[in-house]
């Protein structure tokens, strides 16, 4: 099985960046998409966009137009880039792959608040 581990959590400002990493144990963004979702407490996780192997990307409403997928397949690492933070995008945010049912990284806490 694929382990992955997300990182780039953080605290900032309303209006600020943030960029997540999540890094596999092995290659496997080449061959599979990968999925961002995120939770807040009391809430069922959230799907915020994916990407597929050839790299094509699929966003939430919500996200859509601030949040940005990428990939470095050679890296074994997804990245989620954030733009334009909003309180209400405060969570704990997951990388997921295969996606949309392979196994899930440990999370990582993005708080947005001034």
């Known amino acids: 099985q694929v382990q992955l581990v997300e990182s780039g959590g953080g605290l900032v400002h309303p209006g600020g960046s943030l960029r997540l990493s999540c890094v596999a144990s092995r290659s496997i963004f080449s061959s599979f998409a990968m999925g961002w979702y995120r939770q807040t407490p009391g809430a069922s996780r959230e799907l915020v966009g994916f990407?597929?192997?050839?790299?094509?990307?699929t966003y939430a409403d919500s996200v859509k137009g601030r949040f940005t997928i990428s990939k470095d397949n050679d890296k074994n690492t997804a990245y989620l880039q954030m733009d334009s933070l909003q309180p209400e995008d405060t969570a704990v945010y997951y990388c997921n792959a295969p996606y949309p049912s392979g196994n899930w990284g440990q999370g990582t806490q993005v708080t947005v608040s001034s």
């Open positions: 990407i597929t192997a050839y790299g094509l990307t």
